[in-house]
């Protein structure tokens, strides 16, 4: 990819409310698929977003407001497929399977990302609030740079505030994250504060300003439970 293509590539992800996060070039351990041609993909992209930049575009596309399910996922599916398209990429999302691909391995390949104490990603950038979205595959082998391209943040986390603050302690070091229990609360309590945001990515000091307001927490939380 040119300098003019990847230009043009990276506006068209950030209208559209994504971002890239970043690329590696696949090896047979990185259980990554062929092409539809059968070769094997030179270059793997993650692309992915956060709060504040997919929010917006979301809410502007028609997927928003149909009433069908699932509908960021589709809005995903659809812009992306068609700009993967564009580019001459093949791409694959997180939400297609089983069996699904492993996508959090990925991202860890990509560098910026370490995993936290309930389970997600967390970013030396964006902090928890970083959706992995989707995965373009390229029969090039493309040299693209990400700033930031470091160890995630959790590694070097020593106060860990995250664990302490979930209301009902549904994450521990030793276990991880207990999704039913926190599931149990969030259905027994409407009014609880967990509904704009999982409290334990709150409390992470990194990556804050790309959190998502209370409406957007509010949407991904009915997501997560189901309702969405």
């Known amino acids: 990819m040119n300098t003019p293509a990847a230009t043009r590539f990276s506006e068209k992800l950030v209208a559209a409310g994504f971002l890239l996060f970043g690329s590696f070039k696949p090896e047979d351990k990185d259980q990554v698929p062929k092409t539809g041609t059968g070769s094997a993909p030179k270059t793997l992209l993650i692309i992915g977003s956060t709060g504040p930049s997919l929010w917006p575009a979301f809410k502007a596309a028609p997927e928003a407001e149909d009433g069908k399910s699932d509908p960021m996922d589709r809005y995903t599916r659809r812009v992306l497929s068609n700009l993967a398209a564009d580019f001459g990429f093949e791409p694959l999302f997180p939400f297609d399977g089983p ?90 309590t409407p009014d609880a504060g967990c509904w704009t945001g999982c409290h334990a990515r709150k409390a992470c000091p990194v990556g804050q300003d790309h959190a998502p307001d209370a409406t957007n927490g509010r949407f991904h939380m009915k997501s997560f439970v189901g309702l969405a």
């Open 99 to 188: 069996p699904y691909h492993p996508f959090q391995k990925w991202a860890l390949k990509c560098g910026g990302f370490s995993q936290s104490p309930f389970g997600l990603l967390t970013h030396t950038t964006y902090g928890p609030w970083a959706g992995l979205r989707a995965a373009f595959l390229s029969a090039d082998e493309l040299d693209i740079s990400i700033p930031g391209d470091t160890p995630g943040p959790c590694i070097s986390c020593q106060e860990k505030p995250c664990l302490t603050a979930c209301p009902v302690n549904a994450i521990q070091l030793d276990t991880g994250y207990d999704v039913p229990r926190c599931l149990q609360y969030l259905g027994g």
